[in-house]
């Protein structure tokens, strides 16, 4: 009777699979870096009035311009508010407005891709002729004709004008991206299995083809919360996006800081820098996290 030998002998616990999380750290150092700075913005956001050491609506006469000290890490502005308490709110601000505009942007336009990939013909037509209408304004033009055309509603004190300015600019260019992934995936077939299995259009898009797609959209997602931070921030400084006294990045930028800005740096360069972060993390994060899920980009 002939025994296994131990050089082929199978092993008796297969190793474990790593985590998704840990594996695009391991490939991607700088996304997961970029990541960081995304979470830390987030727990500054959730948690603003625990982590500011003052209110930022607080006017402190007695403070006004003060540069950067122990007691006001980065200086007050021209009311006397603390400019690192009014940036750590306006974190929130910026991801909400980012967050929302965006997901509304790109869930609306994956919709659209997706359908006039499936349907094709005149629909497909009629939709893309839409997207080059879209496509053909440049995003902040785009943004200030619609912030001008309706009328300014508040919901739970955000601003809903500003967040369909901001997602109008986004749907067509992830409409187009998402069509694009789409009409590879509407001649596979599962999807000719099912239309001849008699399943119903809404069932074959959003059960085979939107989940195949859904690689493109999470990138654009990411990507465009880096837009819609920029877009608000632009539109907040020319006056068309948040008001004072809500602490905004962009509108930091704006008022008395470009009065006072030879006196007091500090005015503009840390709202400037928290902006600067903000796109560059997310922007940074969204091409770590295509070339992590777009196998082309595997080595």
């Known amino acids: 009777m002939t025994s296994i030998s131990p050089a082929v002998a199978v092993p008796a616990v297969l190793p474990k699979r790593r985590s998704v999380v840990v594996d695009f750290c391991r490939q991607q150092s700088l996304g997961a870096v970029s990541f960081a700075v995304i979470v830390v913005m987030m ?38 508010r603390d400019i690192f308490s009014r940036i750590i709110f306006g974190s929130r601000t910026a991801l909400v407005i980012g967050f929302t505009s965006a997901f509304i942007g790109a869930s609306l336009g994956a919709m659209l891709g997706v359908a006039s990939a499936y349907f094709g013909g005149k629909i497909d037509d009629w939709i893309q002729r839409f997207v080059d209408i879209l496509l053909a304004f440049p995003i902040i033009v785009l943004a200030l004709v619609v912030v001008a055309a309706f009328r300014k ?101 704006s008022g008395n800081a470009a009065d006072f800005y030879r006196e007091a740096p500090w005015l503009i360069l840390f709202p400037g820098i928290a902006i600067s972060l903000a796109v560059f993390a997310f922007n940074l994060f969204g091409d770590s996290l295509r070339d992590y899920l777009d196998p082309r980009f595997k080595v």
């Open 153 to 253: 509603t508040t919901v739970a004190g955000v601003d809903v004008n500003l967040i369909v300015a901001i997602a109008i600019p986004i749907l067509p260019r992830v409409a187009r991206v998402v069509r694009a992934a789409a009409l590879s995936v509407r001649v596979m077939p599962y999807v000719d299995a099912a239309r001849a299995a008699g399943y119903s259009n809404r069932r074959i898009i959003f059960r085979h083809m939107a989940p195949n797609v859904v690689a493109p959209y999470l990138i654009m997602f990411t990507a465009f919360i880096a837009q819609a931070i920029l877009l608000e921030a632009s539109l907040s400084f020319l006056g068309l996006g948040v008001t004072e006294p809500t602490a905004a990045w962009g509108l930091m930028l």
């Open 43 to 80: 727990f500054a956001g959730m948690f603003s009035e625990l982590v500011a050491p003052y209110d930022p609506l607080q006017i402190d006469f007695g403070s006004i311009l003060a540069p950067p000290s122990w007691d006001h890490w980065m200086g007050t502005d021209a009311f006397g």
